[in-house]
């Protein structure tokens, strides 16, 4: 089945950097779009990051030129590289499994997600 | 603020009927854009509970629907049972933003 299992979080000051991972199996790895998504502590979901398959990618207004999205479909991993961040950074972030089901991945929604990585963020 | 508009929480008596409204736009769900639903209990990753609206995924009992109407969505709950106690997030795409857009969560208690 679906499995997707994310590590890398921690605890860093502000303005450092981190790299979450994501190892995907169950499915044909790069036949699917995949997403980031966070939720800070007692807050809801928040939209992160978004990659197709070749790569074209999409940034939340809030995290991007920090935020580098990227796959390595031979490996069967995502990735979220996070530069410059800040205490409002602080969140679960969970990996997602993107189905479309129209022609753009505008039609898109999450049909599998990670148990999430704690990115915990100091000022 | 949220671009979807839920209610923060919602509650009702074992085997009653609760309904979880998702207000949008013109820019998302009045665009066309379809809805979909997850529940969260709490400690957990979300999982996908509605897609395109209306339809569940397997494993997800018929007592739960999604209906969608105009610029905003809904989701219902009936038979309630203990077990639906958890947070529902609505999530759409809005072409304003050019963003993937979630509601801010509606937490469910069954009395």
């Known amino acids: 089945q679906v499995h997707l299992v994310e590590s890398g979080g921690g605890l860093v000051k502000a303005g450092g950097s981190l790299r979450l991972s994501c190892a995907a199996s169950?499915?044909?790895?790069?036949?699917?779009?995949m997403s980031w998504i966070r939720q800070a502590p007692g807050k809801g979901l928040q939209w992160v990051s978004y990659?197709?398959?070749?790569?074209?990618?999409y940034y939340a207004g809030s995290v991007k030129g920090r935020f580098t999205i990227s796959r390595d479909n031979a490996k069967n991993s995502l990735f979220l590289q996070m530069n410059s961040l800040r205490a409002e950074d602080t969140a679960v972030y969970y990996c997602?499994?993107?189905?479309?089901?129209?022609?753009?991945?505008?039609?898109?929604?999450?049909?599998?997600w990670g148990q999430g990585a704690l990115v915990t963020v100091s000022s | 603020q949220s671009v979807l508009t839920q209610p923060p929480s919602v509650s009702g008596a074992p085997g009653q009927r609760v309904t979880i409204s998702c207000a949008g736009s013109?820019?998302?769900?009045?665009?066309?854009?379809?809805v979909h639903w997850y529940q969260q209990i709490p400690g957990k990753a979300p999982q996908l509970l509605i897609y395109?609206?209306?339809n569940r995924p397997s494993g997800v009992p018929d007592r739960i629907s999604g209906s969608k109407s105009g610029t905003s969505a809904s989701l219902a709950i009936t038979g309630l049972q203990a077990e639906d106690e958890a947070d529902y997030y609505c999530?759409?795409?809005?072409?304003?933003?050019?963003?993937?857009?979630f509601g801010g969560g509606t937490t469910l208690t069954v009395l």
């Open positions: 997602a499994r993107a189905e479309r089901h129209g022609r753009t991945s505008s039609w898109s929604y999450f049909d599998y």
């Open positions: 169950g499915f044909t790895f790069s036949d699917y779009y």
């Open positions: 990659i197709t398959g070749v790569d074209t990618v």
């Open positions: 013109s820019s998302n769900i009045g665009a066309g854009f379809d």
């Open positions: 395109v609206n209306t």
């Open positions: 999530q759409s795409y809005d072409n304003s933003l050019n963003d993937w857009v």
